[in-house]
């Protein structure tokens, strides 16, 4: 059990519209991070959030924003969506220190 | 960018034999990690090795860790059916930094 939940696990946009992603870790775990994961590659590190602000944040437009919520759940948003922003979008809990990261399932999005 | 490149990128074996998988990265790290991935799920930690650490082993998993080199390698020995997925390995560069990960091997292991 991975302990942190994703919603939605699968969605379909199309170009232009806007997309919301939902992460919620079991309690005890207040960093999450947020990857993308294009077909056949590894995953791209977006942001990270602590104490519910950005700490650090990977090579991604600002379309791309996200929210953490004092239960420490997070938020994933992507504007003005495009067809190359179509991947599995994962979160992570842990890594505070130097260890492991505990991933979600992922959500899939298509963009049409 | 990807920090770390993983070699080959994809590998088919039988049961029964090893697997070696192979990652090189090219800054200086804390620690680097090895995952797994089924098929487009999450990824599931698998072991982590220190920058002051030159191998470690977990079950039937030994990773091996050359800074001088930049690279890594992951051995699964006596592999089954159920070794089959995507493994990559992740760099991070320092405490809270973040995890950088690599392409990663495809892994076939036939019954």
């Known amino acids: 059990d991975a302990g942190v939940t994703q919603s939605p696990t699968h969605l379909i946009k199309t170009r232009g519209q806007q997309v919301t992603l939902r992460c919620s870790p079991k309690?005890?775990?207040?960093?999450v991070s947020w990857y993308q994961q294009a077909l056949g590659q590894g995953p791209q590190f977006i942001f990270q959030?602590?104490?519910?602000?950005?700490?650090q944040r990977g090579n991604f437009p600002d379309r791309f924003s996200g929210h953490q919520f004092p239960n420490y759940s997070s938020e994933l948003n992507v504007n003005a969506l495009l067809l190359g922003d179509s991947a599995l979008y994962l979160c992570?809990?842990?890594?505070?220190?130097?260890?492991?990261?505990?991933f979600g399932e992922g959500s899939r999005l298509t963009v049409l | 960018s990807q920090q770390g490149e993983e070699d080959p990128q994809a590998l088919s074996i039988q049961e029964g034999e090893n697997a070696t998988m192979n990652c090189s990265y090219k800054?200086?790290?804390?620690?680097l990690q090895w995952y797994r991935q089924n098929s487009g799920r999450g990824l599931v930690h698998l072991i982590l090795?220190?920058?002051?650490?030159r191998e470690k082993h977990s079950g039937r998993l030994r990773v091996t860790l050359d800074t001088s080199k930049k690279s890594s390698s992951l051995l699964i020995t006596a592999s089954r059916a159920a070794d089959t997925a995507s493994y990559f390995c992740?760099?991070?560069?320092?405490?809270?930094?973040?995890?950088?990960f690599g392409g990663g091997t495809r892994l076939m292991v036939k019954p």
């Open positions: 959030y602590y104490e519910e602000e950005e700490r």
């Open positions: 090795i220190r920058s002051n650490e």
């Open positions: 309690s005890g775990h207040d960093t």
């Open positions: 992570a809990v842990g890594g505070t220190n130097t260890g492991e990261l505990f």
């Open positions: 800054t200086s790290i804390n620690n």
């Open positions: 992740a760099t991070r560069r320092s405490a809270g930094n973040m995890l950088t």
